[in-house]
């Protein structure tokens, strides 16, 4: 006997919606995510199949991060640019729309993938782990990072520009800033990294500065329309809980209001890359508890953001599955719902939510690539179609 499926094709979240210059047919977007298959940022012929197989028509890809300034030697953004032409046409004969995500990590990095170059940050400071995304794949150790001159600031922003263009070269319908989840502007968000006495430091316009700058020079170089900003005011990835995340992101978000941009995506509370679900709330409430936040447990939600987000398009992002992307929508807390591990181990995501199809779980031991030899295992070889027994999840 055959499934029963509840059919969700009438809901909000299978409803269009208009982001800036793209006209969506549904609401449901894949998020950046970087899976290792583009070396020097120039993506392995893979790359195409894979968001192709992720296209559907009216929907939204966001790529995985690409560095906007020069992470490694020899790599040019405008070479990086036209081998993803490849990509952006495919994606777009699916009639979806693609977004390229601007994506410095800042004290992240290290060395060893910088040329020799010190990673840059707000403040110098060291993250404090150990970094295998390098050449060789040998895990690094952090070290200390360079506290960005001023000089070094400009070129940064002027990196934006060049790639932000590169990208809507090269086919992007948009650039996402990111500037959340610890990376290089989240260093200069958050007042835990962020030491600096200058006009970039301190208070929360001068700690925003940054953030706004690169964004208002990108919006000259492509229009606001083609712009978007990811960040995450409750993030604790790459570094502590910022004491004040009410205020600091609702002037940060307030400005950003004012610029009219495609999209801000918002990361969710509960949801930390590296920490079950559990784990984050209780940390966070540890951290209230002990008067290291200025919230209190009932404020852990993203309202405060959304409603200074009167006319910009609010995605959220975290830990959604199929129980509970459909109801935020349908009641208009939120515009859409932006997936990221679900689309990886679901190339008809937005299909099987449509028709209440039981989604495939990833597998955590291929979300990056296995080896070399190997760049198909846990990218492109998810099935199609519901499966009756899970992939195993290590
Ligand atoms: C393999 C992997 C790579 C990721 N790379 C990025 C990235 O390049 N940029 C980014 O902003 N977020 C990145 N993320 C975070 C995701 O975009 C998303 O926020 C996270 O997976 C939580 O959403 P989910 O619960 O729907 O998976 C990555 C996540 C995964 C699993």
């Not at 200058?198 to 020079?217: C, H, M, Q, S, V």
Request: with cysteine; aromatic share 8%; net charge negative.
């Amino acid at each position: 006997m055959g499934s029963t499926y509840t059919s969700r094709k009438n809901s909000k979240l299978l409803s269009p919606i208009r982001l800036g210059q793209m006209n969506l047919g549904h609401r449901v977007i894949m998020s950046a995510m970087t899976r290792l298959r583009c070396p020097g940022s120039v993506p392995k012929p893979i790359v195409t199949e894979y968001y192709t197989q992720r296209a559907s028509k009216g929907g939204l890809l966001v790529t995985e991060g690409m560095h906007p300034s020069f992470m490694v030697e020899d790599t040019m953004m405008h070479l990086a640019c036209l081998h993803r032409k490849k990509v952006t046409d495919a994606v777009h004969a699916k009639g979806a729309f693609m977004a390229c995500q601007l994506w410095h990590v800042g004290r992240c990095a290290v060395s060893v993938s910088l040329g020799g170059r010190q990673p840059l940050s707000s403040s110098a400071t060291n993250l404090g782990y150990h970094n295998r995304n390098t050449p060789g794949g040998v895990a690094v150790p952090h070290e200390i990072a360079k506290a960005m001159t001023l000089q070094d600031i400009q070129d940064t922003i002027d990196d934006h520009v060049h790639a932000a263009k590169c990208a809507i070269e090269a086919g992007f319908d948009c650039v996402e800033i990111a500037s959340g989840n610890g990376y290089l502007l989240d260093q200069f968000l958050n007042s835990n990294t962020n030491l600096r006495t200058d006009n970039y430091g301190g208070n929360k316009e001068n700690r925003a500065r940054f953030t706004l700058e690169i964004l208002d020079a990108v919006i000259a170089a492509v229009g606001a329309s083609r712009v978007a900003l990811r960040t995450s005011p409750w993030g604790t990835v790459w570094l502590p809980l910022d004491p004040d995340p009410i205020a600091n992101w609702r002037y940060l978000l307030s400005e950003i209001e004012k610029r009219g941009i495609a999209y801000v995506c918002l990361t969710q509370p509960r949801a930390d890359l590296l920490l079950e679900e559990k784990t984050k709330i209780d940390n966070i409430f540890t951290a209230i508890k002990e008067g290291k936040v200025a919230a209190t447990v009932e404020d852990l939600h993203l309202r405060h953001f959304e409603e200074v987000l009167k006319t910009t398009p609010v995605l959220a992002n975290g830990n959604y599955d199929s129980e509970n992307c459909f109801d935020e929508v349908e009641k208009s807390e939120v515009d859409a719902i932006v997936f990221g591990r679900y689309f990886i181990s679901n190339p008809d995501l937005v299909e099987k939510l449509r028709l209440g199809k039981k989604l495939t779980k990833w597998n955590n031991a291929t979300v990056y690539i296995t080896s070399v030899a190997n760049e198909i295992e846990g990218y492109t070889d998810y099935p199609f179609g519901e499966v009756e027994e899970e992939i195993t999840v290590v």
